[in-house]
């Protein structure tokens, strides 16, 4: 067996590891988890206690549980630390998006944490969120922030519905930063129909729409289709997007840019 110790990183990497194999199975053995990830049955019991603790999975006696589909793919906590190298990428690609004085309009989702961080660090940017998270990146930072208001929905920490989509009909951005939870063959899903409903009045309050999604998210459906990408001037992800899923997205009109996400 390899040593269990690494940096936080590698520790995290393993985790993330553990929580899809989790997935995969719907109930596993901590034994057969080992075995797998090639650490002691003493590191797996440590990774579970905290996933456990981070209700990413339920640990049992002697097994692992994974939540409901639904619920993994909607709540936040399951994304946060999901494909981090692939969204520091993006992040780097979308900061040239961005001009002095812009007013952005960002989505909510872990997509935005590394570019919020980003814009914490410029001077004369206004940004317009649903996201409480973003808000609190930015907090203490320069940056005008506005946050849209209406139902509260905690798996997502932000706010959707149709107050949000009215507030949206009297603000005007520079740019709307959108990402999504499933794209196939250029169309567009989501588990709840308010963030459907409010992903695509983002289009409609901006002059120039981007749409941000990693690899993992393509070839994907869920409960409610919101039209295509026809809708926005540019999509970035990452070089792991499949070329199929790529080429979809040209035919229907749309630049695409490519990032390398560090390994």
């Known amino acids: 067996m390899r040593p269990s110790r690494g940096s936080e990183a590698e520790v995290e990497e393993r985790r993330q590891a553990v929580l899809r194999h989790v997935a995969e199975e719907g109930e596993i053995r901590i034994a057969d988890l080992a075995e797998r990830l090639q650490v002691s049955v003493m590191t797996m019991h440590r990774d579970l206690d905290n996933l456990d603790e981070r209700q990413l999975v339920r640990k049992g006696r002697g097994v692992a549980t994974s939540f409901s589909n639904v619920t993994m793919e909607s709540a936040l906590r399951f994304r946060e630390h999901a494909q981090m190298a692939a969204k520091t990428a993006i992040a780097d690609a979308l900061v040239d998006e961005i001009t002095p004085g812009s007013t952005v309009l960002l989505d909510c989702g872990s997509t935005f944490f590394p570019l919020a961080r980003r814009i914490a660090g410029m001077d004369g940017i206004r940004v317009i969120t649903n996201s409480l998270r973003i808000t609190y990146l930015l907090s203490g930072s320069p940056t005008e922030v506005t946050l849209l208001g209406d139902r509260f929905y905690e798996d997502f920490e932000s706010c959707a519905g149709p107050q949000t989509r009215r ?27 308010e963030y459907a409903d409010n992903k695509e009045a983002y289009l409609q309050a901006a002059d120039r729409a981007v749409l941000a999604v990693d690899h993992s998210k393509f070839g994907r459906t869920a409960t409610y289709a919101y039209g295509d990408v026809s809708g926005y001037d540019l999509l970035v992800t990452d070089a792991g997007t499949p070329e199929e899923e790529l080429r979809s997205v040209r035919d229907l009109g749309v630049d695409i840019r490519t990032v390398e996400a560090e390994s």
């Open 167 to 193: 507030q949206l009909q009297h603000v005007r951005a520079n740019v709307a930063f959108v990402t999504a939870t499933s794209v196939s063959a250029g169309r567009l899903f989501h588990p709840v129909r």
